[in-house]
């Protein structure tokens, strides 16, 4: 079951129903049983490891917190790290060291190969095993308690709304949430199914439109040169960004439904003037998530400038290693460890620059300048990213400007080759174009509020508009399309 679903649109009502009219004391088990049902419809099987990781989290938090010595709380902490990332490492990255190992052994002629086994990755244990990592960690610094409740633990772990593509959200967060009375509120209710529908907007309208032109040429880049590899490449960007931060609106929405308030993920990325700027503004509770358990312990930006660039590049290696287990995730971290390096190292020569050719005269010019340069250096990331291997990478971009010629006319024939239709595509434009416009007039407000405060006319009238392009213009029918992508993480 996924968002955009007709079971999930079935599911939600019910489950929001049953919880409201449950007694308070026990919503706790409605959720549970809603989140272990939500999971188990992607598969059974493997429930028993978020099962494992709730029981190793919920005794090593409870270990800790009875310990007066800090050594013997490290001693807990290593246990529940040992048990939780070797799951993780286990089912997404023992495939990975055995075939980077076996393409060595190849290379230096060696007969030694070492065995690939048949494993499917159970869905969202990135998710789920960072929530734990991070509540554990917690509880081993005293931030937190150790929760107490059993149910409530496995609750926040399994919480289905954020389960599968998150926001990784903090335990100090979360967890005194499910302690509280939710009323049931008309305001939430509202602004949750209008987050909704703006998320079904992103992922289904745009997000999964896109995808049928991004798919047909990365998986196949070696028939394309110029103007196709570039559009991928670019519409690729749209597309990650409307699919993820779609799911992360829907699960906002719903969790804003039951009463819960999530951290934000998203805030205007491709708006950011600089690739840090970048990472405050694009998938927040990771970012966030590294910098507080990995960047900070490592020294942070108290350190010298040599450390600092070594835990810069560790940080973006392990970001890469999260997404994925492949060598193009891996150079996709890398880059942006490189460009986030770059960035401070070139701070007052670009700000020399600038005052010398007079451009700080023109702030939004300037403004826009950078805004560009940023998402070309993202998007440039973007390539290894979405690509099947190395080697369809360095192909897209050594060919993206390789007689490159735009026309109405080529571009009639290639989306006519593609099997897109002309109208849906340009509709498809447009409604891109609405919405960086609205996120542009939106600023750091909530969509949710802005849409509130309009006149009762306007407000329905976005409604309806949305539900009409959703209904009308959705990218149906293309199962590889309507997945989300962050759920393979």
Same mark, same amino acid.
């Given at each position: 079951?996924?968002?955009?679903?007709?079971?999930?649109?079935?599911?939600?009502?019910?489950?929001?129903?049953?919880?409201?009219?449950?007694?308070?004391?026990?919503?706790?088990?409605?959720?549970?049983?809603? =989140?272990?049902?939500?999971?188990?419809?992607?598969?059974?099987? &493997?429930?028993?490891?978020?099962?494992?990781?709730?029981?190793?989290?919920?005794? =090593?938090?409870?270990?800790?917190?009875?310990?007066?010595?800090?050594? *013997?709380?490290?001693?807990?902490?290593?246990?529940?790290?040992?048990?939780?990332?070797?799951?993780?490492?286990?089912?997404?990255?023992?495939?990975?060291?055995?075939?980077?190992?076996?393409?060595?052994?190849?290379?230096?002629?060696?007969?030694?190969?070492?065995?690939?086994?048949?494993?499917?990755l159970p869905i969202g244990i990135s998710f789920y095993t960072f929530k734990a990592l991070g509540y554990t960690i917690d509880v081993y610094r005293g931030d937190i308690k150790a929760e107490k409740h059993f149910g409530i633990l496995a609750l926040f772990l399994s919480f289905f709304p954020q389960v599968l593509s998150g926001p990784i959200d903090r335990a100090s967060n979360?967890?005194?949430?499910?302690?509280?009375?939710?009323?049931?509120?008309?305001?939430?209710?509202?602004?949750?199914?209008?987050?909704?529908?703006?998320?079904?907007?992103?992922?289904?309208?745009?997000?999964?439109?896109?995808?049928?032109?991004?798919?047909?040429?990365?998986?196949?880049?070696?028939?394309?040169?110029?103007?196709?590899?570039?559009?991928?490449?670019?519409?690729?960007?749209?597309?990650?960004?409307?699919?993820?931060?779609?799911?992360?609106?829907?699960?906002?929405?719903?969790?804003?439904?039951?009463?819960?308030?999530?951290?934000?993920?998203?805030?205007?990325?491709?708006?950011?003037?600089?690739?840090?700027?970048?990472?405050?503004?694009? *998938?927040?509770?990771?970012?966030?998530?590294?910098?507080?358990?990995?960047?900070?312990?490592?020294?942070?930006?108290?350190?010298?400038?040599?450390?600092?660039?070594?835990?810069?590049?560790?940080?973006?290696?392990?970001?890469?290693?999260?997404?994925?287990?492949?060598?193009?995730?891996?150079?996709?971290?890398?880059? *942006?460890?490189?460009?986030?390096?770059?960035?401070?190292?070139?701070?007052?020569?670009?700000?020399?620059?600038?005052?010398?050719?007079?451009?700080?005269?023109?702030?939004?010019?300037?403004?826009?300048?950078?805004?560009?340069?940023?998402?070309?250096?993202?998007?440039?990331?973007?390539?290894?990213?979405?690509?099947? =291997?190395?080697?369809?990478?360095?192909?897209?971009?050594?060919?993206?400007?390789?007689?490159?010629?735009?026309?109405?006319?080529?571009?009639?024939?290639?989306?006519?080759?593609?099997?897109?239709?002309?109208?849906?595509?340009?509709?498809?434009?447009?409604?891109?174009?609405?919405?960086?416009?609205?996120?542009?007039?939106?600023?750091?407000?909530?969509?949710?509020?802005?849409?509130?405060?309009?006149?009762?006319?306007?407000?329905?009238?976005?409604?309806?508009?949305?539900?009409?392009?959703?209904?009308?213009?959705?990218?149906?029918?293309?199962?590889? =399309?309507?997945?989300?992508? &962050?759920?393979?993480?």
């Amino acid at each position: 079951m996924i968002f955009n679903s007709t079971e999930f649109i079935l599911f939600l009502p019910l489950v929001t129903i049953s919880y409201y009219i449950t007694q308070y004391r026990y919503r706790w088990i409605v959720l549970l049983i809603a =989140s272990y049902f939500f999971y188990m419809t992607w598969s059974p099987k &493997y429930t028993i490891f978020i099962i494992i990781t709730t029981i190793s989290t919920y005794l =090593s938090a409870l270990l800790m917190d009875r310990c007066n010595l800090k050594k *013997h709380k490290k001693k807990y902490l290593i246990l529940n790290l040992a048990i939780n990332l070797g799951l993780l490492v286990f089912f997404k990255y023992l495939n990975f060291i055995s075939s980077s190992f076996n393409s060595l052994f190849k290379t230096l002629k060696l007969s030694y190969k070492l065995p690939i086994l048949n494993l499917i990755l159970p869905i969202g244990i990135s998710f789920y095993t960072f929530k734990a990592l991070g509540y554990t960690i917690d509880v081993y610094r005293g931030d937190i308690k150790a929760e107490k409740h059993f149910g409530i633990l496995a609750l926040f772990l399994s919480f289905f709304p954020q389960v599968l593509s998150g926001p990784i959200d903090r335990a100090s967060n979360l967890l005194p949430q499910f302690h509280e009375k939710h009323r049931l509120e008309y305001s939430n209710i509202k602004h949750g199914l209008i987050l909704i529908l703006w998320g079904f907007f992103k992922k289904i309208v745009i997000a999964d439109n896109l995808a049928v032109f991004v798919n047909q040429i990365f998986n196949s880049p070696q028939n394309y040169t110029g103007m196709p590899l570039l559009l991928a490449a670019v519409f690729f960007g749209i597309q990650i960004y409307c699919d993820f931060s779609g799911y992360s609106d829907t699960a906002i929405g719903v969790g804003k439904m039951l009463g819960f308030k999530f951290i934000d993920n998203f805030n205007r990325p491709y708006g950011s003037k600089s690739i840090p700027e970048f990472w405050r503004r694009w *998938h927040i509770s990771l970012s966030s998530w590294f910098r507080d358990y990995v960047y900070i312990p490592l020294g942070g930006n108290r350190v010298s400038a040599k450390r600092w660039s070594f835990n810069q590049l560790v940080v973006f290696l392990l970001s890469g290693l999260w997404h994925g287990a492949n060598w193009t995730f891996v150079i996709w971290g890398v880059l *942006h460890g490189i460009y986030a390096i770059a960035s401070k190292l070139t701070m007052n020569i670009r700000k020399a620059f600038t005052d010398r050719i007079g451009l700080k005269k023109y702030p939004k010019v300037h403004s826009v300048i950078r805004i560009f340069i940023t998402f070309v250096l993202v998007d440039f990331a973007w390539i290894f990213f979405r690509a099947n =291997s190395i080697s369809d990478a360095l192909y897209i971009i050594s060919n993206l400007f390789t007689g490159i010629e735009f026309s109405l006319t080529s571009m009639a024939v290639l989306l006519a080759s593609l099997g897109i239709g002309k109208f849906n595509f340009i509709v498809v434009l447009l409604c891109t174009a609405f919405l960086f416009i609205v996120e542009y007039y939106q600023g750091d407000n909530p969509i949710e509020d802005i849409v509130d405060q309009k006149p009762i006319l306007l407000r329905w009238t976005f409604y309806y508009a949305l539900l009409f392009v959703i209904i009308l213009l959705g990218g149906y029918g293309y199962e590889e =399309s309507t997945q989300f992508i &962050y759920s393979q993480f």
